[in-house]
T-cell receptor, first 114, second 112 residues
Framework: EPEVTQTPSHQVTQMGQEVILRCVPISNHLYFYWYRQILGQKVEFLVSFYNNEISEKSEIFDDQFSVERPDGSNFTLKIRSTKLEDSAMYFC????????????FGDGTRLSIL | QKEVEQDPGPLSVPEGAIVSLNCTYSNSAFQYFMWYRQYSRKGPELLMYTYSSGNKEDGRFTAQVDKSSKYISLFIRDSQPSDSATYLCAMSVWAAGNKLTFGGGTRVLVKP
């Protein structure tokens, strides 16, 4: 069964450094998402992306965050200057173009900011 | 009031029992409802999804939606130790993008 793939599984970064989290969505999917889950808390929406542009973003997704689809298969989340509070699991999700189809998630990248 | 509320558990049941999980929500604009299972240090795995009131069955899983009461449920029949996980409800309004709003998850432990 096709799946969403995320790399790396664990990223350790010094505070203030830039980090890029990578995702390969399911191949025929057109909508892409990033969510995060701080330890012990809910999964929270960050951003949705369709047709090479952001379709919606949360208040968490400030100017330090950006997303990009650099080629036909990858979808990336960049955090420009990481903060301690950015430590969390980051999940990528994708879905097909049909509105009644659900999102499928990757296994996440655990981001640890030191 | 939180948009989506879910009892955190833990919910402990003996193997073979029925597991009953539920979520309440406050936003009447939610139209699309999902249940995900999450094992430790893994991503949410889709179990069930529906966009209408009533019941939907898939194998050992039954999802119920009551939009008038803003209440959804998931039942797991003949529970197995491998069903031990955190179960997340999620929902979205009917719009392009369809961002998901999650409950906090219920931890379930099925004891052999």
């Amino acid at each position: 069964e096709p799946e969403v793939t995320q790399t790396p599984s664990h990223q350790v970064t010094q505070m203030g450094q830039e980090v890029i989290l990578r995702c390969v969505p399911i191949s025929n999917h057109l909508y892409f998402y990033w969510y995060r889950q701080i330890l012990g808390q809910k999964v929270e929406f960050l951003v949705s992306f369709y047709n090479n542009e952001i379709s919606e973003k949360s208040e968490i997704f400030d100017d330090q965050f950006s997303v990009e689809r650099p080629d036909g298969s990858n979808f990336t989340l960049k955090i420009r200057s990481t903060k301690l509070e950015d430590s969390a699991m980051y999940f990528c999700a994708s879905r097909s173009q049909f509105d009644n189809q659900p999102q499928h998630f990757g296994d996440g990248t655990r981001l640890s900011i030191l | 009031q939180k948009e989506v509320e879910q009892d955190p558990g833990p919910l402990s049941v003996p193997e073979g029992a029925i597991v009953s999980l539920n979520c309440t929500y406050s936003n009447s604009a939610f139209q699309y409802f999902m249940w995900y299972r999450q094992y430790s240090r893994k991503g949410p795995e889709l179990l069930m999804y529906t966009y209408s009131s009533g019941n939907k069955e898939d194998g050992r899983f039954t999802a119920q939606v009551d939009k008038s009461s803003k209440y959804i449920s998931l039942f797991i029949r003949d529970s197995q130790p491998s069903d031990s996980a955190t179960y997340l409800c999620a929902m979205s309004v009917w719009a392009a993008g369809n961002k998901l709003t999650f409950g906090g998850g219920t931890r379930v432990l099925v004891k052999p």
